[in-house]
């Protein structure tokens, strides 16, 4: 085991890296929908969706 340990210690550690990545780009995500961002910046006019994914209120 420790053997397999040391000879994929590079692709373990780089595995980690990509998981901390997403989960953290998640997060932030999350953390902005709960504040009521939109992940588009909400520049309708300059979309070529404008008035689709907003509704009016």
Known sequence: ???WLT????????ALAVIA???IAVAVIIKDRK???SPCGNR???CAMA?????SK
């Open 35 to 37: 504040k009521g961002k």
């Open 44 to 46: 309708c006019a300059h």
């Open 1 to 3: 085991m420790i053997t």
């Open 21 to 23: 990545a997403a989960a």
């Open 7 to 14: 000879e994929n210690i590079g692709t373990i550690v780089a």
């Open 51 to 55: 008035g689709q994914c907003h509704k």
